[in-house]
């Protein structure tokens, strides 16, 4: 089977598994976990005038931290229509496109900021992920891939349904090979028990203008 078939399938699955989780994602965050989401988002240096993407919004849990930086432009990607549905409602100023990253338009682009939080373990293929992601970004763009409970975490769930989350978070080590033909550098690396933090930035005078 092709493998753009192979990643249609995979996102069927996703979806599924998503569609009937609006619930769980509507229970309230713990105040440990919001403070290490304010730090995720601190981390990007947002500015007032960034167009941020936020994949796998979700129900939109990243949304506020974004806006409490004064961001108007900010887009939510996610393969689920009810966890949209539920952010929208939520947050009716703000953008929302459904579908896979990867087939996003440049047309809602180019980003300052991507974040994938909380998601880059079930993407389907994490190196054609970042390669397209970084084809949206602006110049110094950045994509702050992060989870707020830590890689350990994220291995757990994924070792629970590999199906559902094929990879673990990527080490420095796989990070560096994830960006090796990339015009990407890793600006910002925080790997501990509970917070999962890798800012990438794009490097500057090689690549397209915003
Ligand atoms: C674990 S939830 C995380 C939601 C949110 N980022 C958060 O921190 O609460 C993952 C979300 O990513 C979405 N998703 C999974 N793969 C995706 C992809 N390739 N492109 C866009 N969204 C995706 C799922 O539908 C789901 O809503």
């Not at 730090?39 to 409490?68: F, M």
């Not at 947050?91 to 900021?113: E, T, Y």
């Not at 975490?153 to 199906?163: M, S, W």
Request: aromatic share 8%; net charge neutral.
């Amino acid at each position: 089977m092709p493998s753009s078939d192979r990643r249609r399938q995979h996102n069927v699955y996703q979806r599924e598994v998503f569609d009937n989780s609006v619930e769980s994602f509507r229970q309230p965050i713990p105040a440990d976990v919001q403070r290490r989401t304010e730090q995720i988002v601190a981390a990007a240096k947002l500015r007032e005038n960034d167009r941020v993407l936020d994949v796998g919004t979700g129900i939109g849990v990243l949304i506020p931290h974004i806006q409490r930086f004064g961001v108007q432009e900010i887009i939510g990607c996610d393969l689920s229509e009810p966890m949209l549905a539920e952010a929208r409602k939520r947050f009716p100023g703000v953008k929302f496109w459904r579908g896979d990253v990867i087939d996003i338009s440049p047309a809602l682009g180019p980003f300052d900021v991507i974040f994938f939080n909380a998601v880059f373990g079930n993407m389907w293929n994490q190196g054609d992920t970042l390669k397209i992601s970084a084809a949206h970004l602006t110049r110094n763009g950045r994509i702050v891939i992060s989870h707020p409970m830590g890689a350990a975490f994220a291995q757990e769930l994924a070792a629970k349904d590999p199906k559902m989350i094929p990879h673990t978070l990527p080490g420095e080590k796989r990070m560096a090979e994830l960006i090796r033909d990339l015009q990407l550098k890793v600006q910002a690396f925080r790997d501990e028990k509970h917070l999962y933090l890798c800012v990438l930035e794009q490097r500057t005078g090689d690549i397209q203008s915003s």
